[in-house]
Structures are given as C-alpha cells and as structure tokens.
C-alpha cells in the first residue's frame, strides 16, 4: 500500500537527531517482549506485525515512538486473530486504545521467473493495495541484478494470512540519478527486490 | 493524540501492561518471559558481537573471507545467534574509496542480535526518508564529510536479509591484539554513519 511507512525519498524531512539524545526506556522493552513472545507463539508472522504497522493512521503514525507502532500492531493483530476483543482492550485502560485500520485482500506471487547477475531489470509499475514489501522510489524504474538471496515467504502474501510460496529476492542497484533525476545526492542504491516484483527490461 | 471518537488515548505504559495482561490470560505467556527475554536481549544481542566480528576479520584474512561470503555462518561461527525470519546476513566491505550505509526505509529492520538495538536515529523518519536520496548530504550533517571521490553505496533493508558494514581498520591500530580491536569498533561504524579511520593508537 501506498501508505505513510514508505518514506524513502520523500521531501521536507529535516536533520537527523544525531548523535540520538538518551532516553530512559520504561515500557518500551515490555513492548519488545510481547511481541517477541506473539511471533514466537505463531500468533502472527513478521509480515503480518510489518502490515499492522503500516495500517496505522497517518497522523498516528508520525507521531507515535517507534515502540509506540509496534504496541499498536501487537494490539491490533491480537484483536484481529481472536485472542483479545478490542472492548476486553479497553476495559484494561483509561482513555481510548486505537488500533491499526482494517485489512483488505493479499496477493500470490506472480508466475516463477528469474534473472542473472547483470542482467538489466524494471520494477514494475505495480500499485498494491496490501502489504508489499517494494519502495515506491524504485516504482517502475530500472537496475542491475548484482546478487541473489536465499528464498523467503512471498510477503504480499503472508502479510495477509495467506500460503506465501517461497521466492528470492534480487539485490539490484539503482544509480540514484535515475531514481530522482538532478535532485539527489549521487549514489548508488541497492534494494532488496522480490523476485515478483520485477520484469525483464528489454523492449523498452 | 486522540482516537476517532476524540476520547484522548491511554498512556502507552498503560496499553503495554494490557497487552500483558491479554498474553498472559489468554496467550499462555509464562510468568517470567518478559524478565527472561529482556534479559536474553540485552545480555546476548549486543553491539560487542559485531565488533568482534569486524575485529577478527581485520586480523585474519581466511575469517575474513567467510564473513565477506557468508556473513551468518561466520556470526554461527562465533557463537551469535538470529531470529527464525533473519536468513542472510551481508557484510559489505568499506574501503578507501567505498563507503556503505544502511537503512530501512519502510520499517527499522537491523541486524539486532549481531549489533545491538538500532539507535534511536536509525528509527528516525527523517533518516529513512532522507538517507536514499541525499545521503552525501545526510551524512555530512552526522558528522561524516566523504571526499567527492568516494562511492557511496546505499543498502535499503527491504527483505529479510540483514546488512552490516565491515569498516576499514585504522592504519594507526596495525598490529593490536584482536581484544583491543574490537574495542574501538562502534555500532555507528557497522551501520555506517561514520569510519573509523581517525582512531588513533
């Protein structure tokens, strides 16, 4: 989904608070535990936490912490796979506990292809309205193969509950001149890219 | 914040404890997992791992060739452990005119167990949105000025791999046990936001 967790690339961000200023963590490692404890139960898979996030309101979004996404993804998917009602939820607390926005359809994997290393390839112009797991930055544009990975889950599907047949992904790089043309610092680019995600970039 | 009811939202610390309450009721969560993961997390899955990686690979080269072709095997090698989803590690090696750097531009994804809990930084949206696109310019601001003559080669943590930088060994620190190596080694410079060049012995 095009959603506000896609941020690569995007404009009007300002300095990086960096060196990070210290903060006293109080129930941000609770968070970590239980959602540790969730994925390690099966009660949901990576895919599935990474969507809930993603499924959060914008505003809420940006303004939460980062510990602050996952309590909500944990909540929502814990509601939304049965083990808790969101009443039951708030009854526990004083004030409201938002969760993320519902879910819609996940997707199978296009039909098995592949590519070699050097071989040129385009990201295609997909817009999908579940989780994936491609950057609109690289949307439709063209890289090189420079590597392969071992096979992993389709995420497109087991972000939705879905089988999620297994499926590599290609290290591509992109020159970042092609990715923002005379408005980036000069780069090399490297993603991930699930093998679904990509065509042959011949004929073009 | 508020919801869409406009009720003003529960504290997180209060949302937390809920969630444990649920788990432990209904999700058969033992009485001491949070203690014993915390624990576990914060005793096993720190930044030391990866800077003894990188020191041993500086002094010796056959380690260091493992770590380069598979950077899990060499972190088993060790002793280090990774989550079920984490199938691949990758070492990407800096040199005199490469420089690598990691993001997630969607998420947070790192290599947690192998150098520590990212930073607060790296969680920064500002620092995923901007470090794509502008990451001479992003760097510098952090503190890191690269000559225009080095590559600099962005890795975005999109898949279930995760990345980590093998930095360039301070020409002052040749010869240093493998023990005092590691010392110097920062999570920053396994990341990528800064080099380790200016150490001195």
């Known amino acids: 989904m095009d959603g506000i967790h896609d941020l690569g690339g995007k404009q009007g961000f300002g300095r990086v608070q960096y060196p990070s200023p210290p903060h006293e963590e109080t129930w941000e490692p609770l968070i970590r535990a239980l959602s540790a404890f969730a994925i390690r139960k099966h009660t949901y898979n990576m895919d599935e936490f990474r969507h809930a996030i993603e499924r959060m309101a914008p505003r809420h979004y940006l303004a939460a912490p980062y510990y602050e996404r996952h309590l909500t993804a944990v909540a929502t998917l814990l509601v939304e796979k049965d083990v808790v009602t969101r009443e039951e939820l708030e009854a526990l607390v004083t004030g409201a506990f938002p969760l993320a926005g519902p879910i819609g359809p996940g997707r199978l994997p296009a039909p098995p292809q592949s590519f070699a290393i050097g071989e040129t390839v385009r990201v295609k112009n997909e817009f999908v309205p579940g989780h994936v797991r491609c950057p609109a930055y690289i949307r439709g544009k063209t890289g090189v193969v420079v590597g392969v990975s071992p096979l992993y889950p389709f995420p497109d599907a087991s972000g939705h509950s879905m089988q999620a047949p297994m499926e590599p992904t290609y290290d591509v790089r992109f020159r970042s001149r092609d990715l923002w043309p005379d408005s980036c610092d000069d780069a090399l680019n490297h993603v991930g890219v699930f093998q679904s995600y990509l065509e042959k970039a011949e004929g073009r | ?201």
Not at chain 2, 1 to 11: C, L, V, Y
Not at chain 2, 130 to 145: A, F, I, K, N, Q
Not at chain 2, 184 to 199: C, F, N, W, Y
């Open chain 2, 1 to 201: 914040m508020s919801d869409e009811s406009n009720r003003p939202i529960a504290t997180p610390e209060q949302r937390a404890d809920a969630i444990e309450i649920v788990l432990r009721r209904k999700g058969e969560m033992p009485e001491t997992f949070v203690e014993d993961f915390t624990d576990h997390a914060e005793e096993e899955w720190v930044t030391d791992n990866g800077a003894r990686m990188v020191a041993r690979a500086w002094v010796d080269p056959e380690f260091r060739a493992r770590m380069l072709a598979d950077g899990k095997a060499a972190a088993k090698e060790m002793g280090f452990e990774f989550p079920e989803h984490h199938r691949q590690l990758v070492v990407l090696e800096n040199t005199k005119d490469i420089h690598n750097v990691i993001v997630c531009t969607l998420c947070s994804c790192t290599a947690y167990t192998i150098i520590g809990a990212a930073p607060d930084w790296y969680k920064d949206i500002d620092y995923r949105a901007r470090v794509v696109r502008e990451s001479r310019t992003v760097l510098r601001e952090m503190g890191l000025d690269l000559p225009q003559t080095t590559e600099i080669r962005v890795w975005d943590t999109t898949a279930d791999h995760r990345y980590m930088v093998l930095p360039l060994q301070p020409p002052a620190t040749i010869g240093w046990p493998e023990e005092k190596l590691a010392k110097i080694v920062t999570q920053d410079a396994m990341i990528g936001a800064s080099r380790l060049e200016k150490v001195e012995g």
